[in-house]
């Protein structure tokens, strides 16, 4: 009976010890339904963007010359005028290694914008 009690003794004080040096959980916080509604929205979009820049990455990778090549087309506004440029992409010129770089680094930045988003929620 008296090992039972200094076992539980134990165990009690063993569980009181960790949670002492466990660093407390940071409070959940609370949203409401239309702001976590936009907030998983946004996290959405933004990991739908780094998807449409995986496809683009796999198909410049794959461009090879005489074989598999690729037109991108690029639309911006400045000011009130819209603009379009096609880069060719064919795996043998420097705008393949170009596009492939800048559309990593978007993704890049991308995926730290949607990790920071994950964090605003906690």
């Not at 820049?53 to 037109?71: K, S």
């Not at 795996?91 to 770089?101: A, F, K, R, S, V």
């Not at 680094?105 to 730290?112: H, M, V």
Request: charged share 30%.
């Amino acid at each position: 009976m008296i090992a039972a009690i200094v076992g539980v003794a134990g165990t009690l004080a063993a569980i009181a010890l960790a949670n002492a040096r466990a660093p407390a959980a940071a409070p959940r916080r609370d949203f409401g339904d239309v702001e976590l509604s936009a907030r998983v929205r946004r996290l959405a979009q933004t990991q739908a963007r780094i998807d449409q820049l995986d496809r683009m990455i796999t198909d410049l990778e794959m461009c090879e010359p005489g074989e598999y090549h690729r037109n991108f087309k690029f639309d911006w506004q400045s000011g009130s005028e819209n603009h379009t440029f096609e880069f060719w992409a064919d795996g043998d010129n420097n705008t393949t290694e170009d596009l492939i770089y800048l559309a990593r680094r978007e993704r890049q930045k991308l995926k730290r914008s949607l990790l920071e988003q994950i964090d605003a929620m906690r």
